[in-house]
């Protein structure tokens, strides 16, 4: 089987923490790894598994490979989508990419599952049944009745394990979701799925033709980009948006469902996240600097400063460096409205913390005003920042640690700690650290725009425009 990560997602139910440029699945919400590398590595113990292949937001790509890096995995590919066109897509794209008769095992980046061995039992079993030409969902069994998920019917046609779908069906209201819990016939739509690849793109074909026309032609004038592979933007902008569920598994009449009873979470908001996490005696999950008292049935989390609670219950209060969300726990469906304010206001805290991370290390923006900011920034060994000029401010570097080497316009000046070089608007520039040691620098920067996108890139090792 060769499992495709599906990574596009953008996470904003778990803002402050998940941000549009670092969202959930690369945060270690539930244990030391982060969510997708818990995703690669709950397949170890399965036999006949070949690398992935992993789908994910242009602007993840070095997060994702740094990510694989770190557990020993090395993606049979990283697909790059330049849009976000909804799963259907996206597994058209890996489809296309290996042989027909491969079964493609589709696995969201940003689950939860705790029973890895029920797990194990079920992707064996739907190994099987993809091999005989059914299009295998997996259908969590579910725990209570539900409103946040859709939900899958089974029939009473059973095949080994799995049962044919009778329908799928949307998220129901409370009363819904009870008869449907009652009835034992109704399962979470996990939106995990296992087929041969070819069967998927010939079922694709009979339902959606264009969809499947516009991947072929994305990914024939696709582009290799070191561990990426690149989808043109002009052709993939014209594909039609579609889940795998609406594209293909809600008309095909070779759909079944395997129960799958593994303590899964797809870790959706707040509330999610603490049903998943080890809580003390009062109920509370707590990370961080947390004073707790009288408090009870709470998610505590604080990143930089003593977070004190007293004498509530049943709230979510996450604390990061540049903001804090307070909000009680039936309201964090609600988290999704805050992201779309601070979008609409063009606020950075919707996208970025305040540590941004980049492919030659990262930088923290620690102070900034009318015509100033200052930042921390790391770059790593063997790193190297684009050659680059800014139309509207200028740049004073200090060494803190390590080795500089400068690009000034048609000079190359070598700088050690304790030294500092200014750098004039308009000049062309470039930053690379030569040596075995981490460069740790401060940046001042003064101007009258200070923006990110205040860049004119000439080279780039890392092929950003």
Known sequence: MIPVILSGGSGTRLWPLSRGQYP???LPLVSEQT?????VLRLNGLKHIKPPIAVCNEDHRFMLAEQMWEIGVKPASIILEPVGK??????AMAALSVASDDVLLILPADHVIADCAAFHQAVIAADTLARQGQLVTFGIVPTKPETGYGYIQRSQSQQGEAFKVAAFVEKPDAETAQRYIESGDFYWNSGMFAFKAGVYLDELAKFNPEMLQVCREALQSAQQDLDFTRIGKEVFSTCPADSIDYAVMEKTANAVVIPLDAGWNDVGSWT??????????AGNAVFGDVLAVDTENSYLYSKDKLVAAIGVQDLVIVETDDALLVASKDKVQEVKAIVDFLKSQKRSEADLHRKVYRPWGHYDSVDNGERHQTKRILVKPGAKLSLQKHHHRAEHWIIVK???????GDQQILLAENESIYIPLGTVHCL?????????????QSGSYLGEDDIVRFQDQYGRV
Do not use: R
Not at 402 to 408: N, R, Y
């Open 272 to 281: 999610a996240l603490w049903d998943v996490t080890p809580k003390d005696d």
């Open 432 to 444: 690379e650290n030569p040596g075995v040691i981490p460069l740790e620098m401060v940046e001042v």
């Open 35 to 39: 969510m997708i590398q818990e995703t």
């Open 86 to 91: 909804n799963t259907a897509p996206a597994v």
């Open 24 to 26: 959930k699945q690369f």
């Open 402 to 408: 390590g080795t500089a080497l400068v690009t000034k």
